[in-house]
């Protein structure tokens, strides 16, 4: 069985990592050959930086409809592992001896070289974050343990989840555990690349403020130590956003620039259907400008069968398991129309405890949500050079349409902005400041907050990166970081592998056996008969065991369905968290009872 810690294994998993990141930059390099594309690629941003990104978001794009329809077998996976591998040997030997170390002229040079470096080696780390540990890492690994995709609606994380996570299975099924860490590399470097790209030899001055600007935003932090999907598009998105409006080639007219495009676009919204908003945004971007270019429906036919690819066999999972209707399955991010998915919703877009007013995109709330700011770089888009052309009108529209919708319809998280915050800096890049006072305050700024950075950077190094080569370092760092680590490495211990467990704590991918997220407990009122459909897939389940910790939340409203205190520890657990300000020092107790399946759903109703 595929279990997080079968997985791991010091030393080698992280090499191997490397190689098969090594592997995607091989593959990224051979598809932008194959399209012939590097003249108009290499006219935004130097050709390398984006190997690894365009190499990750092609295999992603092939291989998500035999995923998300259970159309594989684990010798896929497999396949693509070891051929990325050998890509990746094949990679190193033939680049090992253009390696060179570069001389740093500037401070601003070795800033960056310095944050790079940091954001590798915490990208080596380990994974501790709570959505990490639940549905990021939880559905590769049911991908891999039972080859198929998940279909239960009582996992309501699970509809957070994509193409992503169907990735991710192709490191882990080959120890790759820091596959999802270096999958955050690929898009640093991506941006990275396109603000270092030189247009001019004034230009290169501002390039390196502005790139440490980007790089040194905060929520970085927060992305490279762990597995979320973001990140990666983020990067694309700002790749097309800077071809289509500062490439000097007339790409439209370039036919596999447009499938290169429609690409990236569909599989950013596979792996995470907020890139819905910023992927049509740029995609009728687009459409605008082969329309001018009388090319219109070349663009519209290959747009079609690309994203049909995706989105038909996303639609036709999504009908059969959560009883869409067609246009619905398309259109709905989550399927509220089932008892708690609406309560998710809200949870996802309410201001909750940061407040509506998105001060908090430059200040945080407290040091325990500093990695939750994009920081000085949030007032770009204010610092544009002014003019009356259409490109700058097109190109200020389309980051304003963005932070507004997002404002609407997004959660009041700083991640939600981090598209139209890199596109921003990327349009002050090419179009220049509104003041050269501002712009050399902004700079200063900027290398005050990039100097700042290292000290969480180096923090974070030493709080999750040494886990990854030692087993001892690795428990006293899960320890201390991971919520859950170690109330499960309580359960692990007394599960058998015939046991299936309900889990009630949201990190249940560290279980060794078979775990059942409760994410229903959270979103529904346990005993209203509207969970009749979770209890009865519940049911199928067959858990004979359930796991409450702390005050044992819902206790109460199950204990019909409960039987007798199978296991009980004191003090088994702690709050952990990787930033040290959110850790509470009080520890709880844990509870493994029987649980009684063959009485649901009975005896979960009122």
Known sequence: MFTLETIQIPVISPIISLIIFFGLCNLGQLIIEFLKIEKIISSVTSLKFQYPMIGIIFVTFFIFPFAQLSLFSKYLIYFFSYSLILLGIYFIYNNFNKFQISSFKTSKEYILIIIITCYLLISLGLITDADSLDYHMGVPLYILNYEQYPNEKFWMHLTKSGSGEIFYTIGLINHAMQLPGLTQIAGILSITGLFLKKIS???????????????????????????????????????????????KSNLLKNTNIIIFFNILLVTAISAKFSFALSSSILW??????????????????????????????????????????????????????????????????????????????????????????????SVAILLIKFSKSKTFLAILAIIIVQIVLSFIFGPNNARWYIEPFMWSLIAVKFLGFNNNIVKNIFFNLGLIQSSIIILPLTFAIYSLTPGSFSTHYSDKILSKNADGYQLYKWVNKNQNKEDVLISTHRSFSLGNYKVIPGDLFLYTNVNNEKNIIYYEELKKLKPNLILFYDKKKNFDYLKKCIGNLVFYKKNVGVKASRNPFNRIDRRFDGYIYEFNYDKLPNCALK
């Not at 501002?206 to 935003?217: F, N, T």
């Not at 130590?225 to 983020?234: M, N, W």
């Not at 609406?342 to 998105?358: A, I, M, R, V, W």
């Open 201 to 247: 030899f004034k230009n290169n001055y501002d390039s390196y403020h502005l790139a440490l600007i980007a790089i040194s935003c905060p929520v970085l932090i927060f992305f490279v130590s762990s597995a979320k999907v973001q990140l990666i598009y983020v990067a694309s998105s700002t790749l097309i956003f800077t071809t289509i409006f500062f490439s």
């Open 284 to 377: 009728f971007s687009i459409l605008f400008i082969s329309y001018k270019n009388k090319l219109s429906i070349k663009y519209i036919f290959f747009s079609v069968i690309i994203f049909s690819y995706i989105l038909i066999p996303r639609s036709i999972y999504r009908i059969d398991l959560y009883e869409f209707d067609l246009i619905s399955s398309f259109l709905n991010p989550l399927p509220t129309h089932l008892y708690g998915y609406k309560q998710l919703y809200e949870s996802l877009t309410s201001c909750g405890y940061n407040g509506c007013f998105p001060y908090w995109l430059i200040f945080p709330k407290s040091l325990g949500s500093l990695t939750e700011t994009l920081g000085i770089g």
